[in-house]
């Protein structure tokens, strides 16, 4: 069992930069996948990045590349995702999520814990 607290949202102009934290509970941290999801008003949930449990490898959607950066501290049982020149249409609530094991994956279903979410407002 996995427990999931995202935090680090907020409200923002476009341009300007924010950095998500998730803290996770566990002894195994460092064998989840790790991924963040968004959901803006009226939308599906959609993928965002995801990082292995090493950290070795990190995958992301096409709308955030050379953007945003994902990482993760298996010390301290956190990721953070690095949003830099944020656009409005970055505003949604965002997801921490994990899944055992690694290989890529972009699906909702795929994961298996999920955080509350965290609300980012980019204004223009």
């Known amino acids: 069992q996995v427990q999931l607290v995202e935090s680090g949202g907020g409200l923002v102009q476009a341009g300007d930069s924010l950095r998500l934290s998730c803290a996770a509970s566990?002894?195994?941290?460092?064998?989840?996948?790790m991924a963040w999801f968004r959901q803006a008003p009226g939308k599906e949930r959609e993928f965002v990045q995801s990082?292995?449990?090493?950290?070795?490898?990190?995958y992301y959607a096409d709308s955030v590349k050379g953007r945003f950066t994902i990482s993760r501290d298996n010390v301290k049982n956190t990721v953070h995702l690095q949003m830099n020149s944020l656009k409005p249409e970055d505003t949604g609530v965002y997801y921490c999520?994990?899944?055992?094991?690694?290989?890529?994956?972009?699906?909702?279903?795929?994961?298996?814990?999920w955080g509350q979410g965290t609300q980012v407002t980019v204004s223009s």
């Open positions: 999520a994990a899944r055992p094991g690694g290989g890529y994956h972009t699906a909702r279903a795929s994961y298996d814990y």
């Open positions: 990082i292995s449990g090493s950290g070795g490898r990190t």
């Open positions: 566990g002894r195994t941290f460092s064998s989840y996948t």
